[in-house]
């Protein structure tokens, strides 16, 4: 009897929200008899600034088998296009090296459609997760060219499944089965160890009194308005003087704009209720923002994340213009008086009720079969339904 071909499947993390999402994925992977599981890190993965999230992929019990550095300093558009030209390159040498029969992108980061190009031009299959959302930002652009690229589809809602569809992509190729992020986050207690929160900056939080959490990243079509943005989100947080987590912000142009002025901040203040914190694990992380009393900023973990545990949410500004979002959030713009409007009227709402909007919990196990059962292929064509005087032609 002939034995069954073992699929390489390469997954590619880029940062530390991508490793948080495909988590549950990994674990399946890992754990099946018919793949053999390749992790590559790229990006902010590797920094040091960014809490090198790769160590916490390890301790996790998954092998590092490819590290790629694509950064080019400088946190502006012009860097970031520099640094997706950089990691087409070393993708593709991976690529190479390991000959995966697969290879596995979530969401719609530059470093990711840089593995999505690659991947394409080596004739790869490839499998995209989040697919078909509308996020802001260049991401949203960077999202749909990695739709167009792949070849297998797992968008993470209903509408997202539909605007695959009217991308033209082939309708057995779209799986909706929500966002594996919530198959572990449904499943969490809600022990925090204090412990690993004293590597910030700050007078460290104490997880069992309320707290913000906060995480504010560049919007890259707004760049020369991220500092005042920062500075307003910051002048409110000051007057509700209430102990705050903060997140750095990730790689993206205006990066080290927001940093600057966070720190500047500081020094100018001194604000005691402020404890910046590089990086920390995806359960530890969803635990802190199921805990929080309100999260604030504009992260995609504060919109998707939160539909499973109810977390009041302020969304501030427009990077995430267009997600869709549970009713556990507002939206306001960012400026200061708003920003505080808006968190007190989540402080007076208080929690939430779980929405299903991002799925049930029990995406990852649908994934892999899938992965396992689908018969790959190359050659991609448009699928738009043709009328009888078209097909005519």
């Known amino acids: 009897m002939k034995q069954k071909k073992i699929k390489k499947i390469c997954v590619v ?8 999402r495909l988590k549950p994925v990994m674990e399946e992977l890992k754990s099946s008899k018919d793949f053999d599981l390749q992790v590559v890190c790229a990006g902010s993965m590797l920094l040091d600034r960014f809490g090198q999230a790769e160590k916490v992929v390890e301790e996790d019990g998954f092998p590092i088998h490819g590290r790629i550095y694509t950064e080019v300093e400088g946190s502006t558009p012009a860097s970031m296009s520099k640094s997706i030209g950089i990691g087409i ?8 090296r390991l000959d995966p029969n697969i290879v596995l992108i979530i969401g719609d980061r530059y470093e990711a459609l840089a593995a999505a190009v690659s991947a394409a031009y080596m004739n790869i299959f490839i499998a995209h997760i989040q697919g078909g959302e509308l996020s802001g930002s260049i991401d949203e652009s960077a999202r749909h060219v990695i739709t167009k690229l792949s070849h297998l589809h797992f968008p993470a809602t209903k509408r997202a499944a539909e605007y695959i569809l009217r991308m033209g992509e082939r309708e057995d190729s779209v799986f909706n089965f929500g966002c594996p992020v919530g198959d572990y986050i449904l499943n969490l207690d809600n022990h ?16 069992n009194s ?12 707004l760049f020369n308005e991220q500092a005042n943005q920062a500075h307003e989100l910051l002048l409110a947080l000051d007057k509700k003087n209430i102990p705050t987590l903060w997140l750095w912000p990730n ?11 966070i720190r500047r901040f500081r020094e100018m203040h001194n ?5 910046l ?6 359960e530890n992380f969803q635990k802190l923002l199921k805990k929080a009393i309100c999260a604030i ?27 869709e979002h549970g009713k556990n959030l507002i939206s306001c713009k960012p400026e200061q008086n708003q920003i505080l409007d808006s968190i007190n009227h989540q402080l007076q709402h208080g929690r939430y009720a779980s929405e299903g909007l991002y799925g049930d919990g029990t995406a990852a196990p649908n994934i892999v079969k899938t992965l396992k059962n689908f018969t790959p292929y190359v050659q991609k064509t448009l699928q738009y339904p043709l009328n009888d005087e078209h097909s005519n032609h």
Not at 13 to 20: E, F, K, M, S
Not at 192 to 207: E, F, R, S, W
Not at 271 to 275: A, G, H, K, N, V
Not at 300 to 321: A, E, H, K, N
């Open 192 to 207: 925090i160890d204090n412990k690993l929160l004293q590597n910030g900056v700050g007078n460290p939080i104490d997880t």
């Open 13 to 20: 993390l880029v940062n530390r929200a991508n490793y948080g």
């Open 89 to 96: 390159m070393e993708f593709t040498s991976e690529f190479t």
């Open 271 to 275: 604000p005691e209720w402020l404890y």
């Open 251 to 261: 790689i993206d142009a205006g990066s080290d704009i927001i940093s600057k002025e």
């Open 297 to 323: 900023g504009n992260s995609s973990s504060f919109i998707r994340d939160t539909t499973f545990t109810g977390t009041p949410v302020v969304l501030v500004g427009d990077r995430q213009y267009g997600r």
């Open 210 to 221: 309320p707290f913000f959490l906060v995480i504010y990243h560049p919007v890259t079509t």
């Open 277 to 282: 914190l590089k990086n920390i694990d995806p």
